[in-house]
């Protein structure tokens, strides 16, 4: 029942290759969040924005990851050069306006050999 | 370090019982608690909330019991069902929206028939 969407659901790349995936938050909700969830379901926090603009973004992210949410596109993540340790899945949610309610996608689920 | 704690980290109850999951947080500044419910190959579904201004949140079979001077809450299910197997997190949040949710590491939940 997402209405936050995420793609592609599963995503297999080599040790060095980019991986990118998508999000379209739901509809009228400006901000957007990128978290990890690792196999521990430990969530780490990645990078949000509100409309096209950065909000903050954890130092990792400044590295190897990279992020944006374009107008009237999907928004998207990105990392370069993938390393096993980024296997995880990644969630993207959206918040409304003002408000502290975030709703989550159902993820893309990164896998890198 | 940990600000938000869960346990158990599982539980097992019979369909009817209640289950009880615990929260705990370090941070006295947090006043938004999110529960969410997740499902393997799903991404998190807020299930109920709460703000530190109130100490009880009911919605049908789920409610949050919250102390705010001991820092903890609780999320009761009450008639469990084994639909209601899955893991669920605890998370915490403060300031302006467009905060990040600070996650804990789950309960994961299986309701025997």
């Known amino acids: 029942n997402s209405k936050v969407i995420q793609t592609p659901r599963y995503l297999v790349k080599g040790q060095g290759q980019k991986a990118k995936m998508r999000c379209i938050p739901e509809?009228?909700?400006?901000?957007v969040f990128w978290y990890q969830q690792n196999k521990n379901n430990e969530f780490k926090f990645l990078i949000n924005?509100?409309?096209?603009?950065?909000?903050?973004q954890i130092d990792m992210t400044e590295k190897r990851f990279s992020a944006e949410c374009p107008s009237n596109s999907p928004c998207s993540l990105e990392i370069q050069s993938s390393e096993a340790g980024d296997s995880a899945l990644y969630l993207c949610?959206?918040?409304?306006?003002?408000?502290?309610?975030?709703?989550f996608g159902p993820g893309t689920r990164l896998l890198v050999l | 370090q940990q600000q938000v704690r869960q346990s158990p980290q599982s539980l097992t109850v019979w369909e009817g019982e209640t289950a009880i999951l615990n929260c705990s947080y370090e941070?006295?500044?947090?006043?938004?608690f999110p529960w969410y419910q997740q499902f393997p190959g799903e991404g998190p579904a807020l299930l109920i909330a709460i703000r530190s201004v109130s100490d009880k949140k009911e919605d049908g079979r789920f409610t949050i019991f919250f102390n705010k001077r001991e820092k903890k809450l609780s999320l009761h299910i009450t008639d469990s069902q084994p639909g209601d197997s899955a893991t669920y997190f605890c998370?915490?949040?403060?300031?302006?929206?467009?905060?990040?949710?600070?996650f804990g590491i789950g309960t994961l939940l299986s309701v025997k028939p």
């Open positions: 924005f509100q409309n096209q603009e950065v909000l903050q």
């Open positions: 941070n006295s500044a947090f006043d938004y």
């Open positions: 509809k009228g909700h400006p901000v």
């Open positions: 949610a959206s918040s409304p306006a003002n408000q502290d309610t975030q709703y």
């Open positions: 998370a915490a949040f403060y300031g302006s929206s467009g905060n990040k949710l600070i």
